[in-house]
């Protein structure tokens, strides 16, 4: 008998763990692969999408805020509804990783699937063949030319271009040129952020003091931020000057 409740207890124990790591709600979309639902800040796993100062080619061959659309095509397709998200781990910067369900749902195999992001086959092959789908259909960032998202952080002139079967001969050097351009990727994209000496990461609105002096060189490590919440979310914090 005792044994009996013990393992009815055990069960009951680990199906309320099981639910504690689920988090339900109408979330807040920071970009293409980060939410926030209440005070839980969350990374979509398996996946990643462009951040927000990131910038792609067209089928024209011009630039375009890449990164912004993935954000707003999130928000149209499932910004308003409950999401569930079935945490898996908690990575360095505080964020939990999960998988999110929307009316059952996957919401990262519609991200991949729709072009607005990668598989990340660096740590799961779950979205493989979705991003080859999105690929070949050639929907979202796939219609021209782009960087990886976990390329575009770190860009110099070996970085390689993806994108449509033809990418333009000068696609790289444009991509390339819009790292170190003082002109933000958007008009919603204008506070700057940069590394400090001591390697910490200091966000610059517009109203800074110091904000005209920063100059912006991907060599510097300088990045655009499109709010205060993007830039906090990234491990930077403002300026005390």
Known sequence: MLKT???????????????????????????????????????????????????????????????????????????????????????????????????????????????????YTRLSHDYEADQKAAREAKVGMWQGAFIAPWDWRVRNKKTPVLGAAKVPDSAHAILLASASGPVAPSP???????????GECIYHKPTSRWYARI?????KGTRWFCSVEDAEAAGCRETRR
């Open 5 to 119: 409740l013990l393992t009815a207890g055990l069960l009951l124990s680990l199906s309320t763990l099981a639910h504690a790591a689920d988090i339900t709600g109408v979330p807040k979309i920071r970009d293409g692969d980060q939410v926030q639902i209440g005070s839980v800040r969350i990374r979509l796993g398996g996946i990643d999408a462009p951040s927000t100062d990131q910038l792609c080619l067209n089928t024209k061959g011009e630039r375009w805020t890449c990164g912004v659309a993935a954000r707003d095509e999130l928000i149209k397709h499932a910004g308003g509804k409950s999401w569930t998200c079935h945490a898996r781990s908690v990575d360095r910067h505080g964020r939990t990783i999960a998988r999110c369900l929307v009316d059952g749902e996957d919401i990262q195999k519609w991200l991949v699937g729709s072009g607005w992001a990668l598989a």
């Open 215 to 219: 100059e912006m060189k991907i060599s």
């Open 188 to 198: 919603d994209c204008t506070i700057k952020g940069n590394v400090n000496r001591s």
